[in-house]
């Protein structure tokens, strides 16, 4: 590794140090701290210092390149255009609002990003090594169908998806259940728990361990964040006049909002960050009264952000350790699911956009904050999911039906195939060596 090259340390400052590909397989440090990068090089000169109408592949493999620096840059090139193969488009709301859409992928969501990126690194993993690798994903609901979408015919990279029968929504569970190929779904006659309780048993299994290599996607591993760093510079690109703009970040386990952050610490240039919480506002209180208290999750209908404990406070505590100065880079509010449910209607009335409950979230913030601080500067409002995901939740609302955008359409007329399987250790063992050794 040569010297000025990033590597990988945990937020808790033990002395791990790990490449790109090492922090991923690995995916917590060992310290039981997150990997973050040891630098930040200032990337002014050689990306956000002309932005403006670039693709988001370019940036994307600018990014790369700095971050991920093991592997040859004529490489990382065709596996970005790979897995970051839609665009996100910047929206113009109304005033000085806009909407970044993130939702044009396979599952109609941000995490396609962070997941199909993860994927062909994995995939680029398995090939240096020789070797398969084997996923595991114990999903209860919408993970399994990102992170599976995400594989779905990448080379040397097994998937298997373990679902508690009847326990997922019909649509998830299509979704989960016709992709095929290298992903399989095990429908597990059980609880989510069961689920986790047979993935963790497989990772602590050794013997097993010797002859297949096993590796989870979780959400926290640093794979996944990397890539959602692009769209930022994305949304930039699209904006006619781009000093001091505002990103507001409808969070939950705050992986996209800390992804924001890194950017920024890299010389890209923002005015706030502005998260928009549901009820479960833990990180609000913490920046108003300096108290952070973890607690157990509140169901709402930004389901995606229902987070009582976010993993990624972690890492925003590292960068700004102080929180004082925490407050003057990250503003935060809270917002209840009736405010959500009117803002949609509003919205949807006034200027004709649909809302999902998770991007009405980050609306409802953007225009508080505009409102207390008496800012007029641009606001980006990070669109996370397309509002046909929720139609259950937003069709009565505008009293309107969604159109099934294609990719969610495809998938609703393919034929479901599931593995049924008992929640039991010696089972799943033996269906993980008959399949994959
Ligand atoms: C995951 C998710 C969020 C929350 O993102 P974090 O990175 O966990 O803060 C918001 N909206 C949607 C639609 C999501 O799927």
Same mark, same amino acid.
């Given at each position: ?6 590597s ?10 790990k490449n ?14 997150l990997?973050?990068p ?5 990337l ?15 940036i994307g ?6 971050f991920?620096?093991?592997?040859p840059?004529d ?18 709301l109304h ?6 859409e993130?939702f044009?992928?396979p599952t ?5 990003y962070?997941a199909?990126?993860m ?13 398969r ?7 209860s609901?919408?993970t399994?169908s ?16 373990l679902?508690?029968?009847?326990k997922?929504s019909?649509?998830?569970e299509?979704?989960?259940?016709t ?21 963790k048993?497989a990772?602590?299994d050794s013997?097993?361990r010797?002859e297949l ?5 979780n959400s ?11 769209y ?5 690109a699209?904006?006619?006049?781009s000093?001091?703009?505002h990103?507001?970040v409808?969070s939950?386990n705050?992986?996209n909002?800390?992804a924001?952050?890194?950017?920024a610490?890299t ?22 009264s300096g ?15 229902d987070v009582?404990?976010p993993s990624?406070?972690e890492?925003?505590?590292?960068f700004y350790p102080?929180v ?7 503003w935060?509010?809270s ?7 009117? %803002?949609i ?6 200027y004709?956009?649909i ?5 009405? %979230?980050?609306?409802?913030a953007?225009?508080s ?20 995901k ?8 505008i009293?309107?039906e ?5 990719a ?15 929640a039991?250790?010696p089972k ?10």
């Amino acid at each position: 590794m040569s010297k000025n090259e990033i590597s990988y340390i945990s937020t808790r400052n033990g002395n791990e140090s790990k490449n790109f590909s090492g922090a991923m397989e690995q995916g917590l440090a060992r310290d039981g701290g997150l990997f973050i990068p040891d630098r930040w090089p200032d990337l002014s000169d050689k990306l956000w210092n002309h932005i403006e109408s670039m693709s988001i592949t370019d940036i994307g493999s600018a990014l790369a390149q700095t971050f991920v620096p093991e592997i040859p840059a004529d490489r990382l090139e065709s596996l970005v255009e790979d897995a970051i193969s839609f665009d996100a488009p910047l929206v113009h709301l109304h005033d000085d609002l806009y909407v970044l859409e993130l939702f044009h992928g396979p599952t109609l969501a941000f995490k396609d990003y962070g997941a199909r990126f993860m994927a062909r690194m994995m995939s680029y993993r398995a090939e240096q090594a020789s070797q398969r690798m084997v996923i595991l994903v114990a999903t209860s609901g919408d993970t399994g169908s990102a992170v599976g979408r995400a594989f779905e015919g990448v080379d040397n990279v097994d998937v298997c998806l373990l679902y508690p029968s009847g326990k997922v929504s019909p649509l998830q569970e299509q979704q989960l259940t016709t992709i095929g190929g290298n992903v399989t779904a095990l429908e597990v006659e059980g609880t989510f728990d069961d689920c986790q309780k047979l993935v963790k048993d497989a990772f602590s299994d050794s013997k097993l361990r010797d002859e297949l290599i096993l590796s989870s996607a979780n959400s926290i591993n640093i794979a996944r964040l990397l890539p959602q760093m692009f769209y930022y510079g994305r949304g930039l690109a699209q904006l006619e006049e781009s000093d001091s703009v505002h990103f507001c970040v409808p969070s939950g386990n705050f992986g996209n909002l800390t992804a924001g952050m890194m950017a920024a610490q890299t010389g890209m240039s923002v005015g706030q960050f502005i998260a928009g919480t549901n009820v479960n506002d833990v990180v609000p209180e913490f920046l108003e009264s300096g108290n952070f208290s973890p607690r157990a999750s509140q169901k709402t209908i930004s389901s995606a952000m229902d987070v009582g404990n976010p993993s990624n406070l972690e890492r925003i505590r590292s960068f700004y350790p102080d929180v004082v100065e925490l407050r003057q880079h990250l503003w935060a509010a809270s917002f209840n699911d009736d405010a959500c449910r009117t %803002v949609i209607e509003e919205v949807y009335q006034s200027y004709d956009y649909i809302l999902d409950p998770h991007t009405a %979230v980050g609306y409802l913030a953007a225009n508080s904050y505009r409102k207390e601080q008496e800012s007029d500067q641009p606001v980006i409002i990070l669109g996370t999911a397309h509002p046909a995901k929720f139609s259950d939740i937003v069709e009565p609302l505008i009293d309107t039906e969604i159109p099934l955008p294609g990719a969610l359409k495809e998938s609703m007329e393919k034929e479901k195939k599931s593995v049924r399987m008992y929640a039991s250790y010696p089972k799943f063992k033996s269906f993980l060596r008959e399949q994959y050794s």
